[in-house]
C-alpha cells in the first residue's frame, strides 16, 4: 500500500489524534533563521540550511505529534533551499512524524488547486501531511485544497486568529451578517468537521489561532465556538513570541485538548546539539502535556 493509499483510508484528524495521544500536543517548528544558523556555526547558506534541517529532523523525528518546517526560511535559499525542505520532510515521514508545512497559501481556487498538488496531491513533490492555508480571499477559494484534504486524507489549517497584532484589523472586522470575520472561519470549519467521530480527538481541518491571542479570544467571545468546530487548533507563539500554555489554558477552555501550541526559536535555541535540542523538546512537550492534557 502506497504513503498516498494509506494516508486516503486513514484521514489526518485521525492520525494527528493518535499522535496527540501518543507524543502529547506540542507541535515544534523548523525556523532556520539566518540568526540561529550562525548562533550553530553553520554557514548562511544552502549547505549550512541542510545540516540545521538534518539536525532537526534527528532530534525530533518520532519525539512529537507533529513538526512543522517554515517554508519560508528554505525558499529563501532559492531551489537549493526548497530540495532542502523536500529532504526534510520525506525524513520526518520515514520517522513516522506527521508533517505541517507553514506556506499559508491563498489565492484565487483555480490557482488553489495549484498549492494544493504541489504539497499534499498523491505525487506531491513537497509533500506534507498538512499545510496552513489563507482564508482571506473568501473562504470559498479554498474549495480545490479543501477537496484534494479529503481525496487524499490531508489536513489544512486555515487562519483564523494569528499572533501578530496586525491581524486584527482583518480578523476582528464585522460582516454584514454581523459576525465577526474570524467567527465566520471558526463556522465554516465547524460544517467541514461536522462529521468527525465523536471518540476521535479533532477533526481534518484545522485553524490557526495564535497562543498570543488570549485577549482577542475572549473579546470575541471565541473559546465555545473554537470547541464547537472539533479542529484542530494550532497554536503558534509559544516561547520566542510571549505566548504560554499556561495563556492557552486559560483562553481557550473547552477546546485546549484540541490545541497544538507550537514553539519553534525557544526550541531551536538549544541546538547545536542534537541531544540538547531533543532534551530542550522533551522538556517543552512534557509541560504542554501536563497543562493541557
Ligand atoms: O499566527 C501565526 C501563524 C504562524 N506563525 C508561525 O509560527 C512560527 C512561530 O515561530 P516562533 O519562533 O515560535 O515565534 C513561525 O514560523 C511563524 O511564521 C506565527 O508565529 N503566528
Redesign the pocket.
Known amino acids: 500500500m502506497t504513503d498516498a493509499t494509506t494516508a486516503a483510508t486513514e484521514g489526518f484528524g485521525a492520525r494527528l489524534s493518535a499522535a496527540m495521544d501518543e507524543h502529547g500536543p506540542l507541535c515544534v ?1 523548523i ?1 532556520p ?1 539566518a540568526q540561529l544558523l550562525r548562533d550553530w556555526g553553520l554557514p548562511v547558506d544552502a549547505s549550512g540550511l541542510r545540516e540545521f534541517a538534518l539536525r532537526c529532523v534527528e532530534a525530533f523525528g518520532g519525539q512529537v505529534a507533529v513538526v ?1 518546517p ?1 517554508s ?2 528554505f525558499e529563501q535559499f532559492g531551489s537549493r533551499g526548497v530540495a532542502v525542505l523536500e529532504e526534510t520532510l520525506d525524513g520526518l515521514r520515514d520517522a513516522g512524524t506527521l508533517t505541517l508545512l ?1 506556506v ?1 497559501r491563498g489565492d484565487v481556487g483555480s490557482t488553489m488547486a495549484g498549492y494544493a498538488a504541489a504539497h499534499l496531491g498523491p505525487d506531491a513533490p513537497v509533500h506534507a501531511d498538512a499545510i ?1 492555508v489563507s482564508p482571506f480571499l473568501g473562504f470559498g477559494s479554498l474549495a480545490p485544497a479543501l477537496d484534494l484534504a479529503q481525496d487524499v486524507g490531508a489536513g489544512l489549517f486555515v ?1 483564523a ?4 497584532p496586525e ?1 486584527h484589523e482583518v480578523q476582528h472586522a464585522v460582516r454584514p451578517d454581523g459576525r465577526t470575520v474570524a467567527r465566520s472561519i471558526v463556522d465554516a470549519v465547524a460544517e467541514l468537521n461536522a462529521d468527525t467521530p465523536t471518540d476521535q480527538r479533532v477533526g481534518d481541518i484545522g485553524l ?6 488570549g485577549a482577542a479570544i475572549a473579546e470575541l467571545d471565541l473559546a465555545e465556538a473554537l470547541a464547537a468546530c472539533r479542529g484542530p487548533l ?1 497554536a ?6 510571549g ?1 504560554t500554555v499556561e495563556d492557552i489554558a486559560d483562553a481557550f477552555g473547552a477546546a485546549a485538548r484540541q490545541v497544538l501550541p ?7 535555541g538549544a541546538g547545536p546539539d542534537t541531544s540538547a535540542l531533543r532534551k530542550a523538546l522533551q522538556a517543552t512537550a512534557a509541560h504542554a502535556a501536563r497543562v493541557l492534557g
Open positions: 517548528g525556523d533563521h512543522k517554515q519560508a526560511f507553514d499559508k496552513t487562519l486568529l494569528t499572533s501578530n491581524g490557526v489561532v495564535g497562543a498570543t491571542t494550532l503558534p507563539g509559544v516561547g520566542a513570541q505566548g507550537s514553539a519553534s526559536r525557544s526550541v531551536l
